[in-house]
């Protein structure tokens, strides 16, 4: 059976982005491949955390990740940091990887943009790509689904495998991104020309899945789109209706061309007013697995089996690395 890996980082407010981007997806495929799904809370660290708070975000993270249908039974569930072999390969692929290529990472750029004193820019920030790389290479990973943002850091993995595989011993399976259609990227609520993110200042940028339903109401009706007044597809004029047309599809299936025809005479009010009881009744059985779930003994337990689990297959693998590196006993 081919094996998938991905991962979330316990930040807070896992948002529609997340959730139709990433843990949508993973619940799909736990059907069709061995499964492991990780909370990076390694990755979480290259920002300044607060300890209480990021241990609070890692058990809000794994309650979703089971609120939105990740099965334990069918999935390896686990924290980052409980397979201290995370760390362990993050440094020997650091040591295959050049400046040149990290400088080059988007996402590194775009996080460290704003830094007025660029000589206090987190090292862990630049070298986050090798720890990426190090928990999907740690598994065998065949397949990797992520949204699109992340595929610079996949391409990195890739480059990274085959460099070791050819220039030290074929140590590595070289692994594949999955990623949802471009279309499907979910945009700010009140700038759909940014992605969804957890760390945008403004709440109502996002949908977050634990908001409650008069959050939920605000965001949409507040969400930003053109003067036109018409309903119809077009993500370069109009990316605010568009995004919210790619959510309301995303969420009930249904195409957006069939959307677009069912609003036709209507304006963006009705359509937003619908979208609002979409996205309430899609939330909800979220919300409350979430919340018979999160404070259970039965949580803590799925993490520690799935950290056990996790741990032998990156044993495996790191003796392997180690034999064809030339390190250790
Ligand atoms: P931040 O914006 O604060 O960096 P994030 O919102 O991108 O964080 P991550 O933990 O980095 O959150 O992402 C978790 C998963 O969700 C990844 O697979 C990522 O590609 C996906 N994802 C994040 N934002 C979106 C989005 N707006 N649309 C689709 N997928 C997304
Ligand atoms: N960088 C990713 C989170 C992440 C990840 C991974 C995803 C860390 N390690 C391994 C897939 C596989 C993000 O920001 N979305």
């Known amino acids: 059976m081919k094996r998938v890996f991905s991962g979330v980082q316990?930040?807070?407010?896992?948002?529609?982005?997340?959730?139709?981007?990433?843990?949508?997806?993973?619940?799909d495929l736990q059907n069709d491949y061995e499964s492991l799904f990780c909370i990076v809370d390694l990755h979480a660290i290259t920002v300044p955390q607060d300890p209480k708070k990021l241990k609070e975000n890692i058990l809000d993270v794994a309650a979703l990740y089971l609120a939105v249908g990740v099965d334990p039974k069918k999935s390896i569930v686990f924290v980052q940091s409980d397979v201290s072999a995370h760390s362990e390969l993050g440094w020997i692929l650091t040591c295959s990887s050049h400046m040149g290529e990290l400088s080059r990472m988007t996402q590194f750029k775009a996080k460290t943009a704003n830094t007025s004193n660029k000589d206090s820019i987190g090292t862990g920030l630049f070298s986050y790509p090798l720890l990426m790389a190090a928990d999907?290479?740690?598994?065998?990973?065949?397949?990797?689904?992520?949204?699109?943002?992340?595929?610079?850091?996949?391409?990195?993995?890739?480059?990274?495998?085959?460099?070791?595989?050819?220039?030290?011993?074929?140590?590595?399976?070289?692994?594949?991104?999955?990623?949802?259609?471009?279309?499907?990227?979910?945009m700010g609520l009140d700038d759909p020309t940014k992605k969804m993110s957890k760390s945008a200042e403004n709440q109502h940028s996002r949908i977050s899945l634990l908001d409650?339903?008069?959050?939920?109401?605000?965001s949409i009706m507040k969400a930003t789109t053109d003067s036109e007044g018409i309903i119809r597809f077009d993500i370069e004029e109009k990316p605010g209706i568009s995004n919210l047309l790619n959510i309301y599809s995303a969420l009930t299936g249904e195409p957006v061309e069939d959307i677009v025809k069912s609003y036709?005479?209507?304006?963006?009010?009705?359509?937003?007013?619908?979208?609002?009881?979409?996205?309430?009744?899609s939330l909800k059985p979220i919300k409350e697995r979430f919340n018979e779930i999160r404070h259970s003994q039965e949580l803590i337990d799925i993490l520690k089996d799935g950290a056990e689990r996790a741990d032998a297959i990156a044993r495996k693998t790191m003796k392997r690395v180690k034999e064809n590196f030339g390190l250790g006993l």
Request: overall charge positive.
């Open 136 to 186: 999907i290479l740690l598994y065998d990973t065949d397949v990797v689904p992520v949204g699109v943002d992340q595929k610079q850091h996949i391409e990195l993995t890739r480059d990274l495998a085959i460099r070791v595989n050819n220039t030290v011993k074929k140590t590595f399976v070289v692994p594949e991104g999955r990623y949802i259609k471009e279309g499907a990227r979910v």
């Open 264 to 281: 036709d005479g209507k304006g963006y009010g009705d359509f937003k007013k619908d979208l609002v009881e979409v996205t309430q009744n």
């Open 10 to 27: 316990p930040t807070g407010n896992i948002h529609l982005g997340n959730y139709l981007g990433a843990l949508k997806q993973f619940v």
């Open 212 to 218: 409650d339903d008069n959050k939920i109401k605000k």
